[in-house]
């Protein structure tokens, strides 16, 4: 994928898929990893699209995926005490 590109999908994007990692962890910080690696998923898949709404649909899906990834590892678990 040319940079030019990836540059262009970032801005069209960007935002989209920054609001959907906040919206599921309520963390500026893992929201901004997410964005990321999404991001650079797309740069080393760099996958053929039909139209922009279909690189909007992947690139939330691969969002969705990283923030599933991040709940799923193992310092992420938050184990609360059992009440007396």
Do not use: K
């Amino acid at each position: 994928m040319e940079r030019e590109e990836a540059a262009r999908l970032v801005e069209a994007h960007g935002q989209a898929v920054y609001r959907l990692a906040y919206a599921r962890t309520g963390s500026r910080e893992d929201a901004e990893d997410i964005t990321q690696e999404t991001f650079l998923r797309l740069v080393r898949a760099a996958p053929a699209f039909r139209d922009e709404a279909h690189c909007r649909a992947w690139l939330l899906h691969v969002a969705m995926n990283c923030t599933r990834s991040l709940f799923r590892r193992p310092w992420r678990r938050r184990d609360l005490p059992l009440e007396e």
